[in-house]
């Protein structure tokens, strides 16, 4: 059976119309999140840009809970970004891996300086739309009758419809926005650093780095416009009919 033949259009229906469709204020720390993600890319120490990317959106998640009032949830989406529970994880995971990354860091490295043309907005991509994503199942789950969402399927949904939109249009106009400021991945590496030697969960909000904040700014204005906001729509509709395919074939195990 297809996923297509599980999915409730009524369900689908529903769930699309209670979607916004306007930039909400905790926007900018999305953003601010994903241009800092990004640019731990650039930082040659292994393992750094997955911890900063980790807690930068981390930051996303405490940030899109706090601006609805429902940061008691944030454990109930604890999976949006750090890796889903495995046989291993946490400090044992982090171990067996350390081998093989070291080893594959060299490649690893080259290839995400080379391709950051294109991976810098996708990361800033994912960071809005994992906000965006938190706000919308959290209001759902807060509602009289509301019903938990399982944090790894929503994880393997969100994954799931990321890698299947066609980001080229919100990429080009990321893109465009952060050509714009001088200096800005400069900035923006000082900040991943920085991240990676502190040990609070929200150091985003204690820098001051004039490059950076402008092309945020810049890169929230260009998302304002209804190309930009259809796209993002079409995400919660893949990440929606994923979600309940996924729960479908749960339920029926």
């Known amino acids: 059976m297809s996923e297509t033949d599980v999915i409730d259009a009524s369900a ?24 800092v993600a990004a640019a731990a890319r650039f930082i040659p120490v292994p393992f750094v840009d997955d911890f900063v990317k980790s807690k930068c959106r981390k930051h996303v998640v405490t940030s899109a809970l706090s601006g609805i009032d429902r940061s008691k949830l944030r454990t109930d989406f604890s999976t949006m970004y750090s890796e ?4 291993l994880s946490g400090t044992a995971a982090m171990a067996a891996k350390i081998p093989i990354k070291l080893l594959l860091f060299p490649v690893r490295k080259i290839v995400a300086v080379m391709t950051s043309v294109r991976g810098v907005p996708l990361e800033v991509i994912r960071c809005v739309l ?29 994954d799931s419809a990321f890698s299947r939109m066609d980001f080229r249009v919100v990429r080009a106009v990321v893109g465009d926005a952060l050509s714009g ?17 502190q040990q609070s969960d929200a150091p985003l909000e204690q820098q001051d780095k004039p490059a950076v904040e402008a092309s945020v700014q810049r890169i ?27 729960e479908a074939k749960n339920n029926r195990r």
């Open 12 to 35: 689908l229906a529903e769930l699309k119309k209670e979607r916004s469709t306007t930039l909400v204020p905790e926007m900018h720390q999305w953003i601010l999140s994903g241009v």
């Open 84 to 87: 889903p529970g495995g046989i």
């Open 130 to 158: 994992l906000g965006r994503t938190v706000q919308r199942f959290a209001e759902k789950t807060s509602q009289p009758g509301g019903v938990a969402v399982d944090g790894n399927s929503l994880r393997q949904a969100f």
């Open 181 to 197: 400021i001088e200096r800005w991945s400069d900035a923006a590496i000082e900040m991943a650093k920085s991240i990676a030697t």
């Open 220 to 246: 929230e204005q260009s998302l304002n416009q209804p190309k930009v906001m259809q796209l993002f729509s079409d995400f919660d509709s893949k990440l929606d009919a994923k979600l309940l395919a996924i």
